[in-house]
């Protein structure tokens, strides 16, 4: 489902745990059979000279110091996987799930979603548009939509597929609802839309899925439902009812 997909940091804290367990407990038997502590201690006495007594605290002070010390580094690199773990699956533009985050959430879509609204969102002559005013004006509108959808349906699962395509999986919408639910989505984009200096339209294709559907069977659909609405003349919605 997710070829090419990054593979997760897998650390195995048990390995790692259950090696320092048994170094400390030979360290213990060596110390305890040994009396380690006993000579090292008759051993400075015999070489005050030396001055080993003060040698010992040294230890444990730099004991509890390399502990801290990895236990920042600890933190640092749990804070640097968890920012390369949120990258790989979002859209550094708009703050979307990007493609493979979008394709994670759907191959779990039979456990977590009973009825869904799978919806195919396309900005009609976009490229012409960045053409025309540059690629920082695309971006801005991007920018403005993905910040709308994130308002309004962030309990829906909201992509940007490609390029200028978004997708949105909206779950707990019924088959009767969907008609209504994909205005109030055309609605919200073309007012975000509307707010800016510059004039663009959108498409839409809408399909409905259940726990029973297949998510490539949805995408294929919602992708046709979408053709056909930019095939005649776009700035519509088409709900594709199978």
Known sequence: ?????????????????????????????IFSSYDTLEWLYHFSRSHEDLELDEFIPLCFSLTVTFALFSYRRWKEAQLFYIEIEYLSFHDSLTGLLNRRGAQLKMAHMPQIYTEAAVVFIDFDNFKQLNQLYGYEVGDEILKQ??????????????????????????????????????????????????????????????????????????????????????????????????
């Open 1 to 29: 489902m997710l070829s090419g997909r990054m593979k997760p940091l897998k650390i195995n804290y048990r390995q790692e745990l259950f090696i320092l367990f048994v170094v400390n407990i030979l360290c213990f038997f």
């Open 145 to 242: 939509v993905g910040n709308a959808l994130m308002r309004h349906y962030n309990h829906a699962v909201l992509a940007r597929w490609a390029g200028e395509e978004l997708l949105i999986i909206a779950p707990c919408i019924s088959r009767q609802m969907l008609p209504s639910f994909a205005d109030e989505v055309y609605r919200c984009i073309t007012k975000s839309v509307a707010l800016s200096a510059y004039s663009v339209s959108v498409s839409m294709g809408v399909v409905w899925g259940d726990a029973q559907s297949d998510s490539q069977h949805l995408l294929m659909l919602v992708d046709e439902a979408l053709l056909q609405a930019k095939r005649r003349g776009g700035a519509q919605v088409n709900v594709f009812d199978h």
